[in-house]
């Protein structure tokens, strides 16, 4: 389980997998860096106090986390298939030095 937060719904959910829509409103969610145990061991007034937490962006930057394997993900996998696909096409100018290991990008 993972916890989310819906700034829209002003909602924490804790969901199966590391989504990034609400099921809700399906507007973006942002996923929390507290763990399922520590969030529902929470009594009714530390649970409302986090939640006036979120509702402050600079607070909700600190609370929420990245998800490091997200190109691994399904969702990531299907968005990028849904792109076309971009190639960098590289190549030395006349009267350039060779610098090596370096690539310039025009």
């Not at 394997?69 to 060779?98: C, D, R």
């Amino acid at each position: 389980m993972y916890m989310h937060y819906c700034k829209r719904c002003h909602h924490v959910h804790m969901l199966n997998g590391h989504k990034r829509s609400c099921p809700n409103c399906n507007e973006s969610i942002t996923e929390l860096k507290i763990s399922y145990m520590d969030y529902v061991s929470m009594n009714r007034s530390e649970r409302e106090q986090f939640l006036s937490q979120l509702s402050d962006d600079t607070q909700l930057r600190d609370l929420s986390t990245t998800y490091r394997m997200y190109k691994y993900s399904k969702w990531y996998k299907e968005l990028h298939a849904q792109l076309p696909q971009t190639a960098i096409i590289t190549y030395t100018l006349a009267g350039e030095h060779n610098i090596g290991n370096a690539v310039s990008a025009i």
